[in-house]
Nanobody
Framework: QVQLVESGGGLVQAGGSLKLSCVAS??????????MGWFRQAPGKEREFVAH????????TYADSVKGRFTISRDNAKNTMYLQMDSLKPEDTAVYFC?????????????????WGQGTQVTVSS
């Protein structure tokens, strides 16, 4: 059974940092998945792409809004993906979700992902 569980969210002041984790459970699929991604959803807005990482972790892609501030990484030995968020802004406030891609290559739309975590709240105060 595939399960994704996010953690690490919280309340932080603008300019601060948080590190999100996404732990994957289920036998052997994590290190074979085509890719993994982070999305976020603010109140009243659609879920939007944040970052993608390929199977090995050697290739990453970011939304323009977070490029240079966020870093996606993964540890396949621990079945865990991370999102290091620095220089946080109030507009980064959202529920952050991790997800498993079902397609090869860079996946930036929600329809390219087939498994989702429950989300973790990130709130950035000004």
């Amino acid at each position: 059974q595939v399960q994704l569980v996010e953690s690490g969210g919280g309340l932080v002041q603008a300019g601060g940092s948080l590190k999100l984790s996404c732990v994957a459970s289920g036998v052997g699929w994590f290190r074979q998945a085509p890719g993994m991604g982070w999305f976020r959803q603010a109140p009243g807005k659609e879920r939007e792409f944040v970052a993608h990482i390929n199977t090995s972790g050697g290739s990453t892609t970011y939304a323009d809004s977070v490029k240079g501030r966020f870093t996606i990484s993964r540890d396949n030995a621990k079945n865990t993906m991370y999102l290091q968020m620095d220089s946080l802004k109030p507009e980064d406030t959202a529920v952050y979700f991790c997800a498993r891609s079902r397609t090869g290559g860079v996946a930036t739309t929600t329809r390219e992902y087939d498994q989702w975590g429950q989300g973790t709240q990130v709130t950035v105060s000004s």
